[in-house]
């Protein structure tokens, strides 16, 4: 299809701004590619911690099987390092209040008899205890979570806490119901053969953004990193300019600009955008120790201040979300705690603790909240040439890599004036 665009500008390479390029490369427009930061993958990246002396993420990002943009885009850039996980949605857990252990698992097909059968669900739980998560589909924007259904119980405590923490970062009685419903939607309600979860091995670098830089490189697009931008300037309905750090690029009629930037960046950029402005904080923990033999890729855990651990074949990874109260906690104090978690949860006995490093991302994810999300502005803006990328940008799903992914995809089919691939969420 034939497009007013010869060449695009795309500014900020995280998962949103690479699959926006990569589109639009592949869709034979000239492109160029710059962030701020010395490499690219924003939120999602991997870089050599010298205090560990290897590869680590800056944290732990799980996708599932039925993710369809994850797909899309690793098909793209050709990423062959395959993520880890089984073939069916098998979710162990572990309480550390008594060391109950289980695992979920979610049979393929869309009819969840899998609450039927005791050794499948929630220790403790009977069916009819499953039965109010279907007012979770019907969720609507003014909605949280708790106004649907009762927070309480085991099947609370062993199953939708985590889970749905882990997916909104931030507090169910305060997270939106309409992000839950589409979420929903797409994983649990559509079976497992869509909610198995995959995750990236060794690391997200070569799972995911490393591929995509070498594949743009490969086709002329070279990153340019440690580019700030520091405006935009506009003419009536148009982006006219970008003020850059190291100078001005004037911005043909024929050129388009994707905006892929954190959302407080963009709203210092963009007169008048409405954007997220309250925030949550992801806390990871990164153990330079190989996980015992057996150990899951990844295991829930209630009971504790860690919530789901991920073992590598060099490394054990924590993930604690919502993890603003501890944000100022001394980090040597968060390694010890956290360690001695590990070890209860993977039966590691008194292991001494091993060469570590914690990564505080403090504004990780906008708050899922329905304030914050119907202040997510659209893709397209006022100025005809300006496209906003980001997973911030309102697609109905909270801030995932899937949902970052879909925004860049956005951002670049209304560039090249296709209709959208994925449709936003009601």
């Excluded at 954190?262 to 210092?268: I, R, S, T, Y």
Aim: charged share 20%; net charge neutral.
């Amino acid at each position: 299809m034939s497009t007013r665009y010869t060449g695009v500008t795309v500014v900020g390479a995280g998962l949103s701004g690479l699959n926006a390029a990569c589109v639009l490369r592949d869709a034979g427009l000239e492109v160029s590619l710059s962030d701020a930061a010395a490499r690219a993958g924003g939120r999602c990246r991997s870089y050599r911690d010298p205090a560990l002396d290897m590869v680590i993420d800056n944290g732990n990002h799980l996708v599932l099987a039925g993710n369809p943009a994850v797909a899309d885009f690793r098909a793209l850039v050709g990423a062959d390092t395959p993520l880890a996980g089984d073939r069916h949605a098998d979710f162990p857990f572990v309480d550390l209040n008594d060391d109950t252990r289980w695992t979920l698992r979610i049979n393929d097909g869309r009819f969840p008899w899998w609450v039927f059968v005791p050794s499948r669900r929630v220790p403790g739980t009977l069916p009819s205890d499953y039965l109010p998560l279907a007012r979770l589909l019907k969720g609507r924007s003014h909605q949280t979570i708790t106004d649907l259904i009762r927070a309480g119980g085991r099947l609370w405590d062993r199953m939708l806490n985590p889970v749905l923490l882990s997916v909104l970062n931030t507090p169910l009685d305060q997270a939106s119901a309409r992000l839950t419903a589409n979420v929903l939607a797409e994983t649990l309600a559509a079976g497992g053969r869509a909610s198995a979860p995959r995750v990236a091995v060794p690391n997200l670098g070569a799972a995911f953004i490393d591929p995509a830089v070498d594949w743009l490189a490969a086709r002329g697009v070279p990153l340019a990193t440690g580019r700030r931008l520091r405006a935009i300037r506009f003419e009536g309905q148009a982006v006219t300019a970008l003020e850059w750090a190291d100078g001005v690029e004037e911005i043909a009629p024929t050129r388009a600009v994707v905006l892929a930037v954190p959302a407080w960046v963009a709203g210092d950029l963009v007169p008048d955008l409405v954007v997220p402005d309250d925030h949550r904080s992801i806390l990871n923990l990164h153990f330079a120790v190989a996980p015992p033999a057996g150990a899951p890729d990844l295991l829930g855990v209630v009971g504790a201040t860690s919530e789901w651990i991920f073992t590598h074949p060099d490394r054990i990874s924590v993930t604690v979300s919502w993890a603003d109260r501890l944000m100022d906690t001394p980090r040597e104090a968060l390694a010890s705690s956290v360690w001695a978690e590990v070890c209860a949860a993977l039966r590691l006995g008194d292991a001494p603790l091993p060469p570590w490093q914690v990564v505080k991302e403090k504004r990780a994810t906008f708050a899922a909240t329905p304030q914050q999300d119907a202040r997510r502005p659209a893709t397209a803006t006022r100025w005809r040439n300006l496209f906003l990328a980001g997973d911030w940008v309102q697609n109905g799903l909270p801030a995932t890599i899937e949902g970052a992914l879909r925004n860049g995809d956005a951002a670049a089919q209304l560039v090249l004036g296709r209709p959208l691939r994925y449709r936003p969420k009601g």
